[in-house]
């Protein structure tokens, strides 16, 4: 049951529960756990700057999402601010928009907007408000709950991007990126209806661009590829390590192999 407080026109509810992932609590929190084990890792646990994460419905792309937030439990991360950014799939704009509530609620409870970072950001002429692009957006959304899973009181500036350079989105993580205490998420799926052999050889491709450092993935090999280009930028310039956790398409965890999508998921570290 949701807790929705005294004023729920300043909370933004699911969009997506029961669709993309459990509206059941215990169901989903079972879900999203059973996700994080599920993925093998060797080796200590580093806390991430970043990770680029996928955004479909779980039972397709959340074992790649699970390697990703396995990191932040085995390393016991200390995270209290989480920017999020992802694609508007729905709602044609330019540059970064941020929503005007309060909080974002799912099955597991409400998550707190960090309203004196939107404020800031917005102070420097960086980013717009608008609620539009995240009334119905799924991409920020399927990132919550593993959030709220993994990582103790935390509260989120959520960015919708549309049409931006990779200079323009660098210069809004840098203005966000802070200290330890602030983890930077970014919501993107991969290759987009292929079939599996064609996915992995595009996502490879992909996947060397992005250990690369590189800020010049087109939109066709990932639909968060705006967001990942201003990434990388900031990556490059401050010289951070990007590490491939997992990379699997739809054919290989839950669908057709003849029409897949792609997903990866990566690791951002400061020396």
Known sequence: ???????????????VAGLFYPRDAQELRRAVTDHVDACQRTGPARQP?????????????????????????????????????????????????????????????????DVRERQRLRELGLVGVSDAPHAAEHSLEVQLPFLQVVLDEFDILPIALGLAPPGQVAHVLDAAWNGADTLIVVSSDLSHYHTSEEARLLDEETSRAILERRSDLPDEQA?????????MQVASRRDLAVELLDQRNSGDTAGDRSRVVGYGSYAVYEA
Do not use: Q, W
């Open 1 to 15: 049951m949701l807790s929705l407080g005294p004023d729920i026109s300043r909370v933004r509810l699911p969009a």
């Open 49 to 113: 700057k970043a990770l680029i994460v996928p955004h479909a419905g779980y039972p397709y792309s959340g074992p790649v999402a699970g390697c990703a937030y396995r990191l932040l439990r085995d390393s016991r991360a200390r995270v209290r601010h989480v920017v999020l950014l992802g694609p508007s799939h729905r709602v044609p704009m330019r540059g970064l928009a941020v929503p005007s509530v309060d909080c974002f609620a799912t099955p597991l409870g409400e998550v707190p907007v």
């Open 223 to 231: 639909c968060g590829a705006r967001a990942i280009n201003g990434l």
